[in-house]
């Protein structure tokens, strides 16, 4: 499969649809990153709420943590998204950009890639996305925060219980 020129989004899905079909095509590296996103979102919030719980002073509630906290708890949380299922998402990449890893599963290619690259292989890249994310996932979450607290209290806002957040502003 060479280059082909697309005259613009819908023709990229148009030619895909064509050549690859629904599934493999549209779908390729979907399995990757549900192996990524399901544990990796458990991470993230439960850092974010470790972090957070740990800093409440005693006898206070989440309400008595300041932006330092939130910020501390939100970089945190970040790192600990990226670093726990990294290699998932190199396992993902590599299927969707990677013509000789096309059509193969995540198994066969997480084997590939580590028994040619090993541990190191499977972690390129995470230092930069680490550096990434701690100042973007800090932000998140004290905006997040702040958003609340100027919104008025909610019912369970207090009792140190996680919070619903729309999953696309994480990235």
């Not at 509630?61 to 949380?77: E, F, I, R, V």
């Not at 950009?97 to 090993?118: L, R, V």
């Not at 100042?135 to 100027?150: C, D, G, S, V």
Request: net charge positive.
């Amino acid at each position: 499969a060479g280059f082909r020129p697309y005259k613009g989004p819908i023709d990229v899905i148009k030619q895909t649809l064509k050549s690859e079909g629904l599934v493999k095509g549209l779908y390729r590296g979907n399995f990757s990153t549900l192996l990524r996103e399901i544990p990796g979102n458990f991470c993230w919030y439960g850092t974010y709420e470790g972090v957070c719980k740990a800093m409440i002073p005693e006898g206070g509630t989440k309400s008595d943590l300041g932006p330092p906290a939130h910020l501390l708890g939100g970089a945190l949380a970040g790192v600990m998204y990226w670093t726990a299922f990294y290699p998932a998402d190199t396992v993902k990449s590599m299927i969707q950009t990677n013509p000789d890893h096309s059509g193969k599963g995540f198994a066969e290619t997480f084997c590939s890639m580590y028994e040619k690259e090993g541990l190191k292989g499977l972690y390129r890249g995470w230092g930069i996305t680490a550096a990434r994310a701690a100042p973007a996932h800090a932000a998140i979450f004290a905006a997040y925060e702040y958003t609340m607290k100027l919104l008025g209290p909610t019912p369970d806002h207090d009792k140190n219980v996680s919070f619903t957040m729309h999953e696309s502003v994480r990235d």
